[in-house]
């Protein structure tokens, strides 16, 4: 059985909170934001997870290697707010065991 991985999230208010994020339910950065209620609800996660929006857009802080950047990512990422070199979008970092010490800002909401 997988294990708790420990992350840092920096809230909207700019309050940073450390989690135990499951890597045994499929789960994204996103779903994990949503699930410890850090952002309002509807205001993060609202194409559920599609690379659709960007409201699940964050920063990463840490050096954590994560999965390469698909193109509807990074395409999403091109017409959204407050991007910057360090964006990702939060659903498409599935939670596994090698993210354990990720990092991450929530970005503004656009």
């Known amino acids: 059985m ?4 420990k992350i840092k999230i920096t ?3 700019g309050v940073t909170h450390n989690i ?9 950065l996103m779903e994990v934001v ?8 509807g205001t993060i996660g609202i194409c559920g997870g599609m ?5 699940c857009q964050c920063y990463i802080l840490s050096d954590t290697p994560l999965p390469e950047m698909q193109d509807d990512e ?6 959204a707010f407050y991007v910057k070199d360090n964006s990702r979008l939060g ?4 939670m596994t065991p090698e993210l354990d ?7 503004p909401e656009s």
């Open 2 to 5: 997988e294990k708790d991985i």
């Open 11 to 13: 809230d909207r208010d």
């Open 101 to 107: 010490g990720l990092e991450v800002e929530l970005a």
């Open 91 to 94: 659903c498409q970092i599935q």
């Open 34 to 41: 949503r699930s410890y209620e850090l952002a309002p609800e």
């Open 51 to 55: 690379a659709m929006c960007a409201s």
């Open 20 to 28: 135990l994020a499951p890597t045994d339910m499929a789960m994204n």
């Open 74 to 79: 990074e395409a999403m990422l091109s017409e």
